[in-house]
């Protein structure tokens, strides 16, 4: 991997970089959409339907 190669060498550490990355952020994302979508989504219930 490191044979005179240094670009070959950052772009395997990135990447793994990256894939260890990669479920943290997906965690993060979701954990964030499905809040989002909560208060989103328990705003206009009661809104709507008064009655």
């Known amino acids: 991997m ?3 190669r240094p670009a ?3 772009f395997w550490s990135f990447a793994l970089l990256a894939l ?3 479920p943290a952020a997906v965690v993060v ?3 964030g ?3 989002g979508n909560k208060v989103v989504v328990k705003a206009p219930p009661p809104t709507r339907p008064p009655a």
Do not use: M, N, Q, W
């Open 33 to 35: 959409l499905t809040t």
């Open 20 to 22: 260890l990355l990669l």
């Open 2 to 4: 490191l044979d005179g």
């Open 8 to 10: 070959a060498a950052v």
């Open 29 to 31: 994302f979701r954990a």
